[in-house]
């Protein structure tokens, strides 16, 4: 056995009695506001850290508000395309605890307080656009750009223009 390998199996096991004591503690504090940090961001939701107590637990994306998330991992953030609503990686948060499992260490939250309406850094520009993140357009105006079959037509329409010119038409 090597040092290396022991010595992250030791600060793994170290973790997940952390996170299960955290867990148990917490259990006594459901729907209780903490105050936190984005400190993962995923197309499945946030991992946020609270302050207090240095615990983690996940916000579904299910839970955030009602809106179609695109995740940018290049920029760590969720953005609702509707709403615009960014969830950024550390930026701070207020969540609520749902539910915890002192079996795992695991902890189930939700954004509240102002953190529902979006949670990002103030002051900090990670530059590009969010254009891309613009809701799907529908019936005539599907040509521009966000609508969800643009290329699908396009490509449609050059495998007609091929065909036409193979058969003399164009």
């Not at 991992?73 to 948060?93: F, P, W």
Request: glycine fraction near 10%; include cysteine.
């Amino acid at each position: 056995w090597s040092s290396d390998v022991c010595s992250s199996d030791l600060a793994e096991a170290e973790r997940n009695t952390v996170d299960r004591f955290a867990a148990a503690y917490l259990q006594d504090h459901i729907n209780e506001e903490f105050s936190g940090r984005i400190r993962g961001v995923t197309l499945a939701g946030l991992f946020v850290e609270l302050q207090d107590t240095g615990a983690d637990g996940f916000v579904p994306r299910r839970s955030l508000p009602d809106d179609y998330y695109v995740h940018d991992d290049r920029r760590h953030v969720l953005v609702g395309a509707n709403s615009g609503r960014k969830y950024r990686l550390g930026a701070e948060v207020t969540v609520k605890i749902k539910s915890t499992n002192d079996a795992t260490g695991s902890m189930i939250m939700e954004l509240s307080g102002e953190s529902i309406g979006g949670a990002d850094i103030p002051g900090v520009d990670f530059g590009g656009s969010y254009d891309a993140y613009i809701p799907r357009r529908r019936g005539r105006d599907r040509h521009k750009r966000g609508y969800k079959d643009n290329d699908r037509d396009n490509r449609d329409r050059r495998d007609d223009d091929r065909n036409d010119r193979k058969i003399g038409r164009a």
